[in-house]
């Protein structure tokens, strides 16, 4: 493939993405979100090492990360969040990222959240695609846990319509809290709030 072609197709698939961005965000929007609480401590264990991220380490992600997210997890540090990343035989494969409070934080652009003093929110957790499947995600979770919940509530949150996050968070000991159905259409938004009562009772495991 010649250049001119290679850099036509680029431009093609940047142009696709603004223009379905914006026809997502801006005309038509619908999705669920589901706010989890950590009620629960569970031993899980995977074949990975995890490490507490420091900024000598963030070159380690681009295993399977673009190089843009250095910036991104640079300004993470600097905020004072906490970062993990789990390795496979000497290669990362996961990272995840710990907010504290005070602060007011986005759960979605629709739906800000005051994290309190006593607080932490997980976020912005991926998995290598090579390394899904293996209950790291899972294993992550409940280190962080093992390491807050003695003293912090812990919370995460994700999409209805993400099954594979869904079941690695109930696996970690996460209970749902609150959910959120988001519509919006052409600026205008609509949220219908479900709140869950008696968090401090587990679920049973299915």
């Known amino acids: 493939m010649s250049n001119k072609a290679d850099f036509t197709r680029r431009m093609m698939r940047f142009l696709y993405c603004r223009v379905h961005n914006f026809l997502a965000y801006r005309l038509y929007y619908r999705k669920t979100l589901i706010l989890y609480k950590h009620v629960r401590l569970e031993e899980i264990q995977a074949d990975a090492l995890i490490k507490p991220v420091d900024s000598t380490m963030l070159r380690d992600v681009l295993t399977f990360q673009p190089e843009r997210f250095i910036e991104v997890f640079k300004q993470f540090l600097d905020n004072g969040d906490s970062g993990y990343f789990a390795y496979q035989d000497g290669r990362c494969v996961h990272r995840t990222w710990v907010q504290s409070g005070p602060r007011t934080i986005n759960l979605h652009p629709y739906w800000p959240w005051t994290l309190e003093k006593n607080q932490r929110y997980i976020h912005y957790c991926e998995t290598a695609p090579w390394a899904r499947g293996k209950g790291i995600y899972p294993y992550v979770l ?38 959120r159905r988001i519509t919006g259409c052409f ?20």
Do not use: W
């Open 142 to 179: 409940s280190h962080i846990a093992h390491q807050f919940s003695s003293t912090q509530d812990v919370f995460i949150c994700t999409y209805l319509d993400n099954p594979g996050s869904i079941k690695g968070i109930l696996r970690a000991g996460f209970q749902e809290v609150e959910r």
């Open 187 to 206: 600026g205008f938004k609509r949220i219908k709030i479900k709140r869950i009562q008696n968090i401090e009772t587990p679920l049973p495991m299915k």
